[in-house]
């Protein structure tokens, strides 16, 4: 079906007893590109519970190699939309690495990742670390308990390497940050250096996600930076061992997007409308009845057109939980949220957060005021879309009106000193004041040396 009339009409599709309302699409046959992890979870559940069908919308879903293969497949229209790392929409529209205006109407969840290290280096790590009566490592654990082992390798004249997924990912940005809370300097990035590694004291680098674990079994990384389910497979292999999740460095951290062209948004408006509504149906499915859904969706993501994974090995942190060293399983309710505390809207102070980390490793080269981050965020991030297909959903009787927030400004209230692994409190509405508050990364009024 091919229509560009603006507006929709009523349909007969069904979603239990509720009528869906099908939008006059623009575009109905699309594919949509992933990468194999758990938090492409909505994407699936779309089709497989079929609200993207319930939308009129013909879907393929098509796993991606790598972060920069999915990313210029939305640039060159291979792919209509994307599971996408925060950090590429905003880094594409303001021109570092690929250019291209790219938006997110939806974000997909929050937590998620975590910083697992080889079996070597946490048995070096465990006599920093304080215990708890019953002899188990006390959590978070803090880049503290690593420095004394990097310092180490430093004397014996070896790198410490560690891996992370795409230079503009949380990942990277998460693993910089507890690292530089304890001490350690991540290095940085330069317009005529983009390995991110001047200074540094541990190297970072780049690695597929479904790959961290052999690499890190072949001993190329010692430690990296992941989502799931890609470190509850190195505590089930047996070759390393989870220290630390985002859920403890920034308790409910905001993670991916779903990324599409401003172009395709423009030319398709009515089209974004519907993909933004299945999504958000799939992450209320996700969350509702107190992650009732959940070993539901682990069995699907398990399947190898999706994760691929071992469903026991999802499941480990997908429900509840969070498996650390052998044996160490720890509850974990909120590792993986999906819809519950506005994880969907996509707000400004997320969008900052990922502006002000790639100004504070030199990312962002030069000074910017307060006004360039939020006019940069409204550029990317697309509350509005996101609230129009809410209210859709709501007049349906798909969503309830009190879980979206009709009357936000975009911005989160400050998230507490106490929910940041540094003890620093981070406010949106004052970027340059909180890149000032950090102690290890440039300052507001610095310049990366070129």
């Known amino acids: 079906m091919k229509n560009i009339a603006i507006g929709f009409i009523a349909s007969t599709i069904l979603s239990g007893p509720a009528v869906a309302q099908l939008l006059a699409l623009e575009k109905d046959e699309l594919t949509l590109g992933f990468i194999k992890l758990t938090d492409m979870a909505p994407l699936a ?33 291979q792919l209509d939309g994307a599971h996408m790392l925060a950090g590429q929409p905003l880094a594409a529209t303001i021109g570092y690495g690929t250019e291209a205006h790219i938006i997110t109407p939806f974000s997909m969840d929050l937590n998620g990742n975590g910083i697992t ?11 920093n670390i304080p215990t708890m009566e019953d002899g188990r490592p006390q959590h978070p654990i803090s880049a503290e308990a690593l420095a004394p082992v990097v310092e180490s390798y430093k004397a014996s004249g070896k790198p410490f390497n560690m891996g992370m997924v795409f230079p503009v990912s949380t990942h990277n940005y998460e693993l910089r940050y ?24 541990v ?11 052999a690499t890190l079994e072949a001993g190329t990384i010692d430690g990296y930076c992941v989502g799931e389910p890609w470190n509850q497979q190195a505590v089930a292999k047996g070759i390393g061992v989870p220290v630390i999740t985002d859920y403890e460095i920034w308790k409910n951290n905001p993670e991916k997007v779903f990324g599409i062209s401003a172009e395709f948004a423009e030319a398709n408006p009515n089209t974004t409308l519907a993909l933004t509504k299945a999504l958000i149906r799939a992450a209320i499915w996700l969350d509702e009845n107190d992650n009732a859904n959940r070993e539901e969706a682990v069995e699907i993501l398990s399947r190898p057109e999706y994760v691929g994974a071992d469903a026991d090995v999802i499941a480990a942190s997908m429900t509840g939980t969070f498996e650390y060293e052998k044996g160490d399983v720890r509850e974990v309710p909120d590792f993986n949220v999906f819809f519950r505390y506005n994880a969907t809207y996509p707000f400004y102070s ?70 940041i692994i540094d003890g620093i409190a981070y406010d949106g509405r004052d970027p340059n004041g909180y890149i000032d508050s950090l102690t290890i990364g440039l300052k507001s009024g610095e310049s990366a040396d070129g």
């Open 117 to 127: 290290v080889s079996n070597t280096v946490w048995e070096a790590m465990k006599p």
């Open 178 to 201: 507890w690292l530089a809370s304890g001490g350690l300097n991540p290095g940085f990035y330069s317009p005529g250096d983009n390995s991110g590694q001047i200074g540094a004291d």
């Open 203 to 213: 190297f970072l680098s780049v690695t597929p996600p479904p790959q961290m674990p």
């Open 350 to 419: 997320d969008a900052i957060w990922y502006l002000t980390q790639m100004r504070r490793w030199g990312q962002i080269a030069e000074p910017k005021t307060n006004d360039w981050f939020d006019e940069t965020a409204r550029e990317v991030y697309r509350p509005d879309i996101y609230l129009e297909a809410a209210r859709m959903l709501v007049d349906e009787g798909l969503a309830a009106e009190a879980d979206f927030p009709w009357d936000s400004d975009g911005y989160k209230a400050p998230t507490p000193a106490a929910d």
């Open 45 to 77: 559940v779309a089709y497989e519970q079929g609200y993207f069908l319930d939308e009129g919308l013909f879907v393929t879903l098509e796993a991606q190699a790598n972060w920069k293969v999915l990313l210029d497949g939305v640039i060159g229209g």
